[in-house]
């Protein structure tokens, strides 16, 4: 089992960046693919990007793909979102989530394929 707590988001204005970071408790951290997903007002979860439990291989949605990078310290238990180029439609809840263990690769971006999952932080972007 792992425990996740998410930091980093806020206010920010089009165009600028925000870095969140997800810290995990437990010594299995490691062993996980995490991702990140968000929720927007009145609209279902959404992934957003993952990375494999050995950072090897990576997966973004197409609308942050070249702004957003994710990467992991497995030694520290954490993942970190760097976003980049924000816009207004990236406003949501972003909330970290670890799925799989052992895998090299990311076959599926759903939500049911995660167990554990963080409390959120709020990303606003303004125009």
């Known amino acids: 089992q792992v425990q996740l707590v998410e930091s980093g988001g806020g206010l920010v204005q089009a165009g600028g960046s925000l870095r969140l970071s997800c810290a995990a408790s437990g010594r299995t951290f490691r062993t996980y693919t995490m991702g990140w997903f968000r929720q927007a007002p009145g609209k279902e979860r959404e992934f957003v990007a993952a990375?494999?439990?050995?950072?090897?291989?990576?997966k973004y949605v197409a609308s942050v793909q070249g702004r957003f990078t994710i990467s992991r310290d497995n030694a520290k238990n954490t993942v970190s979102l760097q976003m980049n180029s924000l816009k207004p439609e990236d406003t949501a809840v972003y909330y970290c989530a670890a799925g799989r263990t052992f895998t090299n690769v990311i076959d599926s971006t759903g939500a049911r394929d995660y167990n554990y999952w963080g409390q959120g932080t709020q990303v606003t972007v303004s125009s």
């Open positions: 990375i494999t439990w050995t950072g090897g291989t990576t």
